[in-house]
């Protein structure tokens, strides 16, 4: 924001000549010092740091120090946020100001002792300010006591005659450096140790440590390479090379050993961050690793939270990651919290424990967000420790959906259910906020499924009517006044989210008006109209039959009394089931209105026009005793409504109930139920011509539906006429039945002049059929193999084909012409509209659709798969055909005729054997399977594995078109006794 920080001053022992900015790296300087007898050139290297406690628990106050000369800015981000170039307060140590260390959070037994490096080190929030020949120790001042001296000067949180409301630092001490820090950098504090590096006069890391107010050193380690990095880590430090190889530093005792890492970065990172899972780096050039792991290739800057890694990236996104998905093998970005921020932003810190982030602008100033995934976590530790109202202040105020209270573990909310009430039930507003916030979705596996990862959403739970009736349930229990009017408002909020128990709710404040307490009875009406719409309260009070509530819940309305007070008087003048009646019907509660007319005895005429209106006939038959008049006209009306439906069995069971035999009858003729239209005639003593008519019409209707068998059994058993049943028999070629029945009645006349003719007809309509049937086989086979020899052809020689895999949805709006007979294709295509496809089709259109798909006409373009579909309709019907032909055989030969009987049977033979021949060639072995299933793993052949892996240049019919029974050839049913062997 326009003012500039003095953050670095370079001082050296000589005359400084020729200072200049690299030209590659505008972070690099070099400089000539000359002495007084030597002359050497230094690059001096720099790089922005963001100096920020490390603390992971909530006590830290996320302390922020910016360097400005001989001043350290400092802010405390947990308890307030200011724009730079202001700050909380200022930290004046009278020296310029080389770097601002914190303490690493997770020293261990580094932090043991009583030097002043480690018992400040012990606080996540204590600071050193690094000069070059003093370490300034700062702590948090307790109980508000300023500092003695005039070091800490409060700015931007108080001051001017205002109060206080920040921690401030108080001086704990100086630690004098006799040798001087001018040349160490990339110091980090780990315990009671400070370690930085130096470049010269050899690279080296130095151990310090305070003894007597004074920081001395007590080891230094040489490096191969000068250190470009230093990040602090539980055993002491990672040390980052400038050739990118990445060390670690053991401090044991007042020993420090380098050892080789595990991982090397690809290249230099700046900032380096340890973590549990490894160690963090993020590159110049957006890459961020974890170890030799690349994670993302556009991130800007990153910050670790106690529970997150928060990351922006270059399209201006903030990614939460929870730190545990850093172990996985991939880490899933996608599914990530991510939120929206300002173009450049960076991100300063991410307070612990909390969701508070801290992110700069490019133009220098701070924002604060709260991302979603944080929050999360902190209204979810809240649930964890029982602290139900602070978690619902939490979810409201950062506007999560408060379902999330119960889904993020349902089990334990209405365990503890008890405290959950105790605590929300004081502000009855937040509580009827919670139960009209509440739904059947679980919000933890759809709007928060990020920060809840393999959660699967759970269906048929009955989430809200559970939740309500406990809730309900402990809210009767904790409200000791009379009629529970405490917690009144809840309750009826109960009511009315689970099903809508509006009734229930009414009745209650029916007993409450009985009380005398009225105003609880305004209050409570009231809050009724604002969860339900009011004519729908008034109809559920009209339900209730009780005039006096409806007249309550009336006047808490907008109605005008001059419409509701004569359509109540209405209601009252009628007899009392008569005024349910119409209640009801008014309401469209028409089972209800049923019971209620049923009770009019005198009323039934109106009872039976609402069963015809409202076809309430099942309920109609339970109401009214079976041997009633009421009763057989409802069973007269119900069978009439099942004729008109053609459920002609069921309508004269029902017109037999209700004594109208004559109609009975004629409706189980109508089913071709003969045995009880024959019963039921019998029974309503119909006259001999009238009977005979009835078992004529019901012989030719069973005929003429191929129920031969029965009418025969009708034509000898009712109407005593032999002859005509060998005749139906006959005629339905039911040959062994046949002859049976002209043989049991010695009737061989009957062979002669109905059996022969009609045997020796079928032989001559089955041998007409099977050579059909072969020619027809012989047709198509040869004609699909020319179709598919030609589009193989066309294949080879590059011509464009339509893709098999076209969206068969969209056939009809194709118009194609397909020349098979050559090797060139044509095709004419009309433009694709948009339409939507998951709109169901019409029965014609789909016959229609399944007609273009399987046409076998010449040069359509599924021609192949209508041949396909052809044949396997043709070849499916062949058993029946064998099966006729070998009854009709044997049937041919009890009567003598055996002249022509083998070429039949030969006929048939070389027809089946036809059929087994031609199924591999429409089947290839190899199209059974669907296109791109080729078979690889451990069922494999190196067959299939080597066929699967060759490009597949030859055509194949699209049978992945075809229904899944088509896909495949059809099995023939083995009979080896179908022919006769003698013939």
Known sequence: NYHWYLKQEIEVEGRLVQPSWSGEDPNVIRFVVRGEETEEMRTVRLDWVTAVSQGVEGTDLAMCGVVDGDCVKVTPFRELVVPPPMSAFEVHVGCKVQQVVFPYAGEGERGSGDSLLAEAGRDSNSMLAVCRETVFVFRIAENGMKDSSDIVKITGAGGNGFAVKSSRYSCAGQLQVETGLGLVNNLVWVGKYLVGSVASPAPALLVYRDTSNKLELVDTVPCEESVYLLAPCPTGAVVQLLDGSVLNLLLEGDQASLMPAEVQFPALCSPIRWTAHGVLGLTSRYRLYLGSKELASNITSLAVHSHFLLATTLDHRLVSLPLSELGSNAVQWDSAGTRRVERGS?????????????????????????????????????????????????????????????????????????????????????????????????????????????????????????????????????????????????????????????????????????????????????????????????????????????????????????????????????????????????????????????????????????????????????????????????????????????????????????????????????????????????????????????????????????????????????????????????????????????????????????????????RETLAGSVKSLGKQLKDFVERLVLVRKTRNLAMQDGDDMVEDERNVEDADLFSDTTSVGGASTVRTRSTLQTRNTSRSKSSKNRRKHDRKLYSTKEGSMYEDIGIMAAVHELVSGLPAVRDEISQLLRGLVEIGVEHDLGELQAGMQALLEQAEVALPVVWVPDSAEVEGADKFGPEATVEDIVRGGVAKNDYTSPIQLLPSNLRYPPQLKKDLYWKLQFL
């Open 346 to 762: 960076r991100l300063v810190c991410a307070v612990p424990r909390h969701s508070k982030t801290v992110l700069q602008m490019p133009r220098g100033n701070l924002e604060v967000i709260q991302p979603r995934s944080l929050a999360i976590i902190m209204v979810a530790e809240l649930l964890e420790g029982r602290r139900y109202h602070d978690a619902f202040l939490l979810a409201r105020r950062q506007r999560m959906n408060l379902n999330l209270l119960v889904d993020h573990n349902m089990d334990d909310f209405m365990a503890n259910c008890d405290k959950f009430v105790a605590q929300t039930s004081p502000n009855s507003d937040q509580l009827n906020i919670f139960l009209a916030d509440l739904v059947e979705e679980d919000v933890c596996s759809t709007m928060y499924s990020s920060q809840y990862p393999g959660r699967k959403e759970v269906k048929g739970t009955d989430k809200v009517a559970k939740v309500c009736a406990k809730v309900r349930e402990e809210l009767i229990r904790q409200d000791s006044s009379e009629h529970n009017v405490k917690n009144l408002l809840p309750i009826l909020g109960t009511l009315v989210r689970d099903g809508g128990k509006l009734e229930e709710a009414l009745m209650k404040i029916k007993l409450i008006q009985e009380a005398g307490l009225n105003s609880k009875v305004d209050d409570a009406l009231r809050f009724l109209t604002y969860m339900v719409d009011v004519n729908a309260l008034f109809d559920v009070a009209l339900g209730t039959y009780n005039f006096e509530l409806v007249i309550m819940v009336a006047e808490k309305s907008q109605k005008d009394p001059k419409e509701y007070l004569p359509f109540l008087n209405n209601f009252k003048q009628m007899e009392e089931n008569f005024s349910k009646y119409s209640i009801d019907k008014h309401l469209k509660r028409y089972e209800t209105a049923l019971t209620h007319i049923a009770k009019c005895h005198e009323q039934f005429d109106i009872c039976i026009e609402l069963v015809k209106e409202q076809r309430l006939f099942k309920q109609a038959l339970d109401l009214f005793p079976v041997a009633s008049d009421n009763y057989k006209q409802v069973c007269q009306c119900y069978a009439a409504y099942l004729e008109s439906k053609r459920y002609h069995e069921e309508a004269s069971m029902l017109y037999e109930r209700a004594g109208s035999l004559d109609s009975a009858v004629a409706q189980a003729e109508l089913a071709l139920r003969w045995q009880r239209a024959g019963y039921l005639a019998r029974r309503s003593k119909w006259s001999a011509d009238k009977l005979v008519e009835l078992y004529r019409n019901l012989a030719s209707k069973l005929e003429s539906s191929g129920r031969g068998a029965e009418a025969a059994l009708l034509w000898r058993e009712w109407l005593q006429d032999p002859e005509e049943a060998v005749a139906v028999l006959a005629r339905s070629h039911q040959w062994q039945e046949v002859l049976r029945q002209a043989r049991d009645g010695n009737r061989e006349d009957l062979v002669e002049t109905h059996i022969r003719p009609a045997m020796v007809e079928r």
